[in-house]
């Protein structure tokens, strides 16, 4: 599959003729290096306003009556030109053969764009500087096009399933060519021509494929038997039994493989079977979207992608029993450029919706929760109620659920990166004194971890070298995690006055019974109801930790609550590091915190808490992938004056130990 692109250029008059060259060069290498995944060679030709440029493993250009022409797919040019010449646009599609072409007409002063049957697609955008073309939008976007999502699309995409069927793409400003159409792109417009009949939808093998490795998919969809009965004839003919047979099945599933009873009443010896192992909690979906570009509707889309790059090398030709879908073109255009396999749907015409696939409840239920993350934190409409039924055995629309995911994931994939959070200072001024804060990084914490064992090995690590006064501050939440305290947020069932406070507050019902179930309901009303105030006096209401998409799993998904007994694990820390420390760093210890909150709930040390609580403003354990879940705030010597922070005073009263030495 070779990579097609092309630009036209309305440059404003006063532009320098050299800054408006370095303008075209850069444009033009944009879309040649977005394409490098179908060509390792790169190829372009400029006329006036009009560039083309190719990508493939042999680019060619082709010259024809003035016009350039650059092609994907099986085309006679000299032909297809003569026909445009005579009877315009319309003249470059017909026959059976597949193919994308782009034709720059100096004397239209545009691109004619078209695509013939099956033809690889084509993709198109205008600018304020003209117009772009490309094989893929992920092309349109690195030379500049913005990857705003389209609404409308997305909406229809969600409630029908239905993609790749309309001049519409995912992408608000980029618009697909259609097989049969032809589109002519000027610098004042793009008039699309319709084709005049329906497009052929099914390509058999052709014969250019008899020497060429030939293998079969068999799966859930209807048109397996046909897919089957194809290669097996093809093998047959060409003497090149036994057939390469290939499927996927997910361990454990109690929907099992019922495809497989296809295979039992073939002959012995007529193929070989390879049955792929898949399971869902590794399903790589950011990586299929990465490689098809936009969001496809079902399951078994992306298991035709997986068995293409689980098995590439061992066939040329693929045929799946697909019937229908105006995506797997698409599909088809995208395995090839990337795997070098030829995907063939010969069941494409039959009519009828396939029937549901049994594996997406079993496929949802065993995600992790990094993998549920976007539903629960969606950009469009958060599925915390639906995943809820998912796991509570009701019944839900398991597709459509699918696909809400699948487009959480390419949003998160196409949106531009949100800003890191701004970095606390490492170093801070407590009632006069100057103190460096130090974040300690160890490995996330799971339900059942020995929470203070791990944090006093890194800490040791830390603070053996200090010989200075310092702080040992620990976050609360990953230590309510490895007591086990994290409840995913669609194991909450929120009863009725959880959804009455909720509706009363504009609070998410989960969100108001995590709260009920933590602190009581008469302190969850108050703190949800009651000015800010006061509700900023309601301690449990702040000792919840809700999830945020950023925080390390399971937090990203569950609700945190205060960890039991803080004031103990502050004690146990203390004991461990008095036992590993040497006497010397041990001598600077003024204490063990606990935080949650802005407040100290945990405490053991000779020192005081109110300035613990200080050292940890601003939050300096970070938030997301730093896996900083300790500080140590050691006391250093007065530099450059900065702002002084005050220590207030704490709700709790300091809790001196007496040393163990």
């Not at 003569?82 to 545009?110: C, F, K, M, N, T």
């Amino acid at each position: 599959m070779a990579g097609l692109a092309a630009l036209l250029r309305t440059t404003p008059g006063n532009t320098p003729k050299a800054a408006a060259q370095q303008e075209l060069k850069q444009i033009s290498e944009a879309l040649s290096r977005a394409l490098s995944a179908r060509g390792t060679e790169h190829a372009h030709r400029t006329l006036g306003r009009l560039t083309v440029v190719i990508r493939a493993a042999l680019p060619h250009i082709q010259e024809v009556d003035g016009c350039t022409v650059v092609v994907d797919g099986v085309a006679e040019v000299g032909t297809l030109v003569g026909e445009y010449v005579q009877r315009g646009p319309s003249g470059l599609v017909g026959g059976s053969s597949a193919y994308a072409l782009i034709l720059a007409d100096p004397v239209r002063d545009g691109l004619v764009l078209a695509r013939n049957g099956d033809g690889a697609p084509l993709y198109y955008a205008r600018t304020r500087s003209g117009a772009l073309v490309a094989s893929e939008p992920a092309a349109l976007i690195a030379a500049g096009v913005p990857a705003d999502p389209d609404s409308a699309v997305v909406e229809r995409f969600l409630a029908t399933g239905r993609c790749d069927d309309t001049a519409a793409t995912f992408f608000a400003e980029i618009r697909r060519v259609l097989p049969g159409q032809v589109v002519v792109v000027t610098a004042e417009q793009a008039i699309v021509h319709e084709p005049t009949g329906r497009v052929a939808e099914v390509r058999p093998l052709p014969l250019r494929s008899v020497s060429r490795r030939v293998g079969c998919r068999v799966s859930l969809s209807a048109g397996t038997a046909t897919a089957l009965e194809a290669a097996l004839r093809h093998g047959e003919e060409m003497e090149a039994l036994p057939l390469a047979v290939f499927s996927t099945h997910f361990p454990g599933f109690e929907s099992g493989t019922p495809e497989h009873a296809l295979l039992g009443s073939l002959p012995r010896g007529s193929f070989r079977h390879r049955a792929t192992p898949c399971f869902a909690d590794e399903l790589d979906l950011d990586s299929f979207l990465h490689d098809v570009g936009e969001p496809m509707p079902d399951l078994e889309s992306y298991l035709i992608w997986a068995t293409v790059r689980a098995t590439g090398g061992e066939v040329d030709v693929l045929l799946d029993g697909a019937t229908h879908g105006d995506h797997l073109p698409r599909l088809a255009d995208r395995v090839a450029s990337r795997y070098g396999v030829e995907l063939r749907f010969p069941a494409r015409a039959a009519s009828g919706r396939p029937a549901a696939d049994p594996r997406v409840v079993e496929v949802l239920a065993g995600m992790t929760d990094d993998q549920l993350t976007p539903l629960v934190h969606a950009r469009l409409k958060s599925q915390v109620g639906v995943l809820t039924g998912l796991f509570s055995g009701r019944r839900i629309d398991a597709e459509a659920l699918f696909r809400r995911l699948v487009v959480e994931r390419w949003l998160t994939l196409v949106a531009q990166p949100v800003a890191s959070a701004r970095v606390p200072s490492p170093s801070l001024r407590v009632n006069g004194k100057e103190w460096s804060r130090h974040a300690i990084t160890t490995e996330a914490l799971r339900a059942d971890d020995l929470v203070v064992e791990r944090f006093a090995f890194h800490a040791t690590e830390a603070a053996d070298r200090l010989r200075q006064q310092w702080y040992l501050l620990v976050a609360a939440k990953p230590v309510a995690v490895a007591q086990g305290l994290a409840r995913n947020v669609w194991r909450l069932r929120p009863g009725g006055l959880a959804r009455c406070l909720a509706r009363l507050a504009r609070h998410e019902p989960w969100q108001v019974q995590a709260v009920i179930d933590h602190g009581g309901a008469l302190r969850a009303a108050g703190a949800l109801l009651l000015p800010r105030k006061w509700a900023s006096r309601m301690i449990e209401m702040r000792a919840v930790g809700l999830p945020r998409p950023s925080a390390v799993s399971p937090a990203n998904v569950s609700v945190v609550p205060r960890p039991d007994r803080p004031d103990l694990v502050a004690e146990q820390l203390s004991a461990v590091l008095e036992k590993n420390l040497s006497a010397a760093a041990w001598g600077g210890f003024r204490g063990c915190a606990v935080i949650s909150g802005g407040r100290v709930i945990g405490w053991s040390g000779p020192g005081d808490p109110d300035i613990a609580l200080a050292l940890a403003a601003g939050d300096p354990f970070g938030s997301s992938t730093e896996l900083t879940p300790m500080v140590i705030a050691a006391h250093a010597p007065a530099a450059a004056p900065r702002a002084t922070v005050h220590a207030t005073p704490s709700t709790r009263k300091a809790k001196p130990t007496k040393s163990r030495r």
